[in-house]
């Protein structure tokens, strides 16, 4: 049976927690787990108000940097802060998260994440490692950092000498790049017949004619897990009644799939469960 895990990349003060709290309230509705990266700076200046929304046994709550910043080279982003930096916004971030929430931090989003997540990055995998991160989701992006993303599945950093940490990769489009909030390259043809729409979405139902088509192609091509990358900010810009995302939920539910975190979902991988 494919899994869905329904997350969250939680960074920008646009509409920030309100955004959080109608994307709570819709997946209390139904009853459809989720994990929320976020970025430490957010809970430094909110934590008690997220902490209210979110401590909940249904939410997985991991981190998505202390601010931010790029900790692998990039090309559309530029090369990555110094290794004492990087330091600072895993160190700092998980802190963040595991002292508002009151439990431990054990996965990490990087920001916008790269092709091929942190391979060919040692020193940066070093970092992780010590601070007890166990596994990452910064495989987001297609050939020279492009988007959409494929649908690689979870593997280890084994080749890298970091075997023990996970990669539970994220799929499809950024959401804020399919709906035009933030410009980046597309790589052509795309990796799916269907991953290149003939427009921006311009409306809930058109963005769903896209995003809901990386969940069917999950399922009929039968793999372990999909998840897409979302942000709370750029859903509410575009959708302040959430409608996108339960559309989502709703098409998962009607194909049969599992839902998860991204924390349940490592767990079942390492064999913790």
Not at 39 to 51: A, D, H, Q, T
Not at 246 to 255: C, F, G, S, T
């Amino acid at each position: 049976m494919t899994k869905y895990i329904a997350a969250y990349d939680t960074e920008n003060l646009e509409h920030a927690p309100e955004a959080v709290a109608r994307l709570v309230e819709l997946h209390r509705r139904y009853e459809a787990p989720a994990t929320f990266f976020i970025v430490g700076r957010l809970l430094e200046r909110e934590g008690p108000r997220y902490k209210a929304l979110l401590d909940d046994p249904l939410f997985d709550i991991q981190t998505h940097t202390y601010s931010h910043k790029i900790i692998k080279d990039s090309r559309p982003h530029g090369p990555a802060v110094s290794l004492e930096e990087t330091e600072v916004e895993v160190g700092e971030g998980k802190r963040w998260v595991e002292e508002v929430f009151e439990r431990e931090c054990i996965g990490l989003r990087p920001g916008c994440g790269f092709e091929d997540g942190f391979h060919g990055a040692p020193e940066r995998l070093e970092i992780i490692r010590r601070h007890g991160i166990k596994f990452v989701s910064a495989d987001l992006r297609g050939p020279l950092d492009s988007i959409p993303n494929d649908m690689q599945q979870p593997y280890t950093y084994e080749a890298d000498g970091y075997g023990d940490i996970w990669e539970i990769p994220g799929h499809g489009w950024h959401d804020n790049v399919l709906k035009g909030g933030t410009g980046h390259i597309t790589y052509v043809p795309p990796v799916y017949e269907f991953a290149l729409p003939q427009r921006t979405p311009k409306t809930v139902v058109e963005n769903f004619a896209q995003e809901g088509r990386w969940l069917e192609h999950a399922v009929e091509t039968g793999l372990d897990y999909v998840s897409l990358v979302q942000h709370p900010w750029s859903i509410m810009r575009f959708d302040e009644g959430m409608a996108s995302i339960e559309l989502l939920l709703v098409r998962a539910r009607q194909l049969g799939m599992e839902f998860t975190t991204y924390l349940d979902y490592y767990r079942e991988l390492a064999g913790e469960t």
